[in-house]
């Protein structure tokens, strides 16, 4: 009998511990009853105690939901009495606590980081039906367990390389800087780093981003749906969100693999109250360079760094302050020919402050610099060429909740530009060179925003959000006049006007309605409608194919009105299985006005009149989305399709000629199929495969179609209209296998993986250009910048 009670005890203990179930009492049995009682608090990892963003808690038997906030904060509505609440996170262990509530409280969950077993737990990226119930579609979040699933480049895991898998996000290729979404172009995107605005987020001249990827959170990209407290850009949102540090122990996590190596360190700075964490990385990939039989690539050097800081603190139950700070800096040397630099430097602090128990109030300021060079090194007319953008934002936000069905957010935020356009100065004594130097250009750029969601019943859901932005160019500046009804060229200047100091040149405004709308069909499907206008007021001007560096970054001005897009989208939201198969299908459509486009021959660098080298015009991109995702056990599997035009079109005026006699023609992104395919297979507790499949249409090219020859017996080239020709289409296999993490029960802990990228050696081109050789017909030439597989190792440790 003592033998059987026994038994039932050690079995009734380990239910009770798997089940992570205990009883939590909060206030005395006075014999009352309420029915406005309120729990509060925040929902924190175990080891560090990092808030959770998104996780949710579900209490029966009322069989309520309620989503922690961005903070980790929730706030739940009860009555007296007794209750089960269980609670689910992105890449931790389910949590289930019995609570007797008899007063208004307040308590912090604590959840455990599950192990990669997934054999035994289930991992959630995030809220089951999070897809189908969110009222904004359109909208892909990657936590850090996805992005580790994606696609690794010399074994290193990295943010825009897994972005370019998502649904409707494509790039010009490898080596291309920054990422194209629902074809537009790559400055069209807002990049933020925990409020940190990036210009250029990419290392080695775009196989790396600039994230530090041990440091990073999560990510999310709005693609269609985008919040009204977002605006600048005119194609998409990526919200990059770092992890705070570990206040409770120091800790240290980091990675050496073939080209990299990456150290991250946290630690409390007041125990419970403030923490830190530091990451740095660096590259050593000359020595690859030297192995290939490339006879450039041997003489070329490449080498880029990053250090990346955050620092948080508590100061009471009601405020939190924070800063973040980071630097990067790239240098890449093709043989004896051109030296490319450029490097960000951007530092950033925000203030959190509760007020009452409905109502937040948030104010930050981000201030940084983006700097790039040009190095000219061959010849006796070497020489560097230098532009850079410095900024200084600010904003302040409110959010206040009426009801749990309805919750608003307002605030303003202020820009500050100050573009150097370019410098041109000798690199050494001998080069024949003269100094050149374009004026600064000053713009300021004011916003004031609404938001308002709704929800009036579990079927239907409403956002909608309205912003209005006021835009001045500042001088001085001296603004060349152009000789009316004519073509605006060096010929056609008739005059200038001169402006002062602090004098506005140019002012534009606009408002910008946002609206987001989610129709439930049943609990496991639903319909979802976005509009959103958005104005941009800073532009990278390029007359290349794939953004560089040296790139300029130009403010609307006097002669160059702000573009700006409608962007409209309608989705189909449905899962299977008890949510755990996902699927959507996704319609796009946007319209852009004011277009900024280039000459043909365009002289972009060190001109003083670039309004002469630009045409104005308009632009429309649209397709479909359509994505399946096995998101649980062993076997994972993701496919997403996207069909996608991008086209472009500039009209003969009286001030400017047309493009291809004012026809339609592609964008230089213009990609119209493209297909991803992902599987990972957890084959052991700690080890597992993972699979990745990409393939794009080539994107559009310029080509010479026929020729001539004149007096001199020269044969002269005829190129087709813009953009009618298609380079070779792109797809590339990759493979990684990851061992680890091995030392669960001691301090350090390891882990490696092996990985394979472009499998099976395909020579993707970035680009065919042509040359012609005196007295010759004009040739093609494939640039593939990887024409072979690269295999990596990387190894992994934390203690």
């Known amino acids: ?79 007296t009495g007794f209750y089960t609440i269980r609670i689910r996170s992105l890449g931790y ?84 800087s920054g990422f194209n979404v629902r074809g537009g172009n790559t400055d069209e995107n807002l990049i933020l780093m925990e409020g940190n605005l990036v210009f250029n987020p990419v290392h080695a001249l775009g196989f790396f981003s600039l994230f530090h990827p041990d440091m990073v959170q999560g990510v999310t990209l709005y693609k269609g749906g985008v919040p009204a407290k977002y605006g600048g850009r005119l194609s998409s949102v990526l919200d990059v969100k770092l992890r705070e540090g570990n206040n ?31 990451g740095a990385r660096a590259s050593y990939v000359d020595w690859i360079l030297k192995q290939t039989r490339n006879v450039d690539l041997r003489k070329s050097q490449a080498f880029f760094y990053d250090l990346t800081a955050k620092a948080d603190a508590r100061i009471s139950d009601k405020t939190k302050i924070g800063f973040t700070a980071f630097n990067t800096h790239d240098d890449f040397r093709f043989a004896d020919q051109v030296k490319f630099e450029y490097a960000t430097s951007s530092g950033s602090f925000y203030l959190r402050q509760i007020i009452g128990e409905k109502t937040n109030f948030t104010a930050s300021v981000n201030a940084g610099q983006y700097t790039s060079n040009l190095f000219d090194i061959n010849g006796n007319d070497q020489s560097v060429f230098t532009n850079k953008i410095k900024f200084l934002r600010g904003s302040l936000r409110a959010f206040h909740q009426f009801s749990d069905k309805n919750q608003i957010e307002l605030g303003m935020e202020q820009n500050r530009y100050t573009v150097s356009p370019g410098k041109l100065k000798p690199n050494n004594e001998t080069s024949i060179i003269k100094s050149d130097l374009l004026p600064n250009e000053l713009g300021h750029e004011t916003s004031f925003f609404l938001q308002d969601q709704w929800t009036p019943s579990k079927r239907f859901e409403l956002m909608a959000g309205i912003r209005f932005t006021q835009f001045n160019n500042i001088g001085p500046e001296r603004v060349l006049l152009y000789e009316e009804g004519k073509p605006k060229t060096e010929a056609t200047i008739r005059d200038s006007i001169l402006f002062g100091d602090k004098e506005k040149t140019a002012k534009y405004s606009g408002f910008e309605p946002r609206l987001s709308i989610r129709y439930s069909i049943t609990e496991v499907s639903s319909i979802k409608l976005g509009f959103n206008r958005a104005y941009q007021f800073l532009n990278q001007v390029s007359n290349t194919a794939s953004a560089t560096p040296i790139d300029i970054w130009q403010l609307s001005s006097y002669h160059i009105r702000p573009q700006f897009a409608d962007n409209m989208s309608i989705g189909y939201y449905h899962n299977f299985k008890d ?36 045409v104005r015009g308009s632009g429309k991109s649209y397709g479909l989305e359509a994505n399946f995702n096995k998101a649980y056990g062993l076997h994972r599997f993701e496919l997403n399709y996207t069909f996608s035009r991008s086209l472009r079109k500039v009209v003969a005026t009286t001030t400017q000629a047309a493009v291809s006699e004012g026809n339609w023609y592609p964008s230089n992104y213009d990609k119209p199929h493209s297909l991803n395919i992902n599987y990972f297979y957890q084959l052991k507790p700690r080890s597992s495969l993972s699979i990745n499949f990409t393939y794009s249409t080539g994107r559009p090219t310029t080509a010479p179609v026929s020729s001539y020859s004149n007096s001199n017996v020269q044969t002269i080239p005829v190129y087709s209209k813009r953009n009618q020709y298609r380079i070779p289409d792109y797809h590339r296999l990759d493979i990684a296998y990851s061992i680890g993490p091995w030392g669960k029960h001691s301090r350090w802990r390891n882990s490696l993986t092996l990985s394979i990228y472009n499998l099976y050696f395909r020579k993707n081109a970035f680009s065919v250009y042509f040359q012609q050789r005196a007295f010759q017909r004009v040739q093609a030439y494939r640039v593939a910048v990887l024409g072979s597989a690269f295999p990596a190792i990387t190894y992994d440790f934390k203690f």
């Open 93 to 176: 262990e389910d949590y289930s606590v019995k609570i007797k509530i008899f007063q208004d409280a307040t308590h912090d969950f604590l959840l455990k980081p599950s192990e990669t077993a997934l054999g035994e737990i289930t991992v959630k990226e995030q809220r089951n039906d999070a897809n189908v119930s969110a009222v904004m579609g359109s909208v892909e979040q990657l936590g850090i367990q996805k992005l580790e699933r994606q696609a690794k480049f010399l074994g290193e895991m990295d943010v825009l390389r897994s972005l370019q898998g998502v649904a409707g996000v494509t790039s010009t290729g490898e080596g291309a």
């Open 1 to 79: 009998m003592l033998k059987q009670i026994c038994l039932y005890s050690l079995l009734f203990l380990a239910i009770s511990a798997t089940c992570q179930q205990d009883l939590l009492v909060f206030g005395e049995d006075l014999g009352k009853i309420s029915d406005k009682l309120q729990l509060t608090g925040r929902v924190l990892d175990a080891t560090n105690q990092e808030p959770l963003a998104g996780a949710v808690l579900h209490i029966s038997p009322i069989d309520n939901n309620n989503v922690s906030g961005s903070e980790g904060d929730y706030k739940l509505k009860l009555s």
């Open 248 to 278: 409770e122990q120091f800790s240290a996590k980091g990675g050496v693999g073939i080209a990299s190596s990456r150290l991250v360190l946290e630690g409390p700075i007041v125990k419970d109250k403030a923490s830190f964490i530091v």
């Open 579 to 614: 949510n755990r198969i996902q699927s959507y299908l996704n319609i796009f459509y946007r319209k852009t006005q004011n277009l900024v486009e280039y000459k043909d021959f365009a002289k972009l660098i060190l001109n003083d009149h670039i309004e002469t080298e630009l």
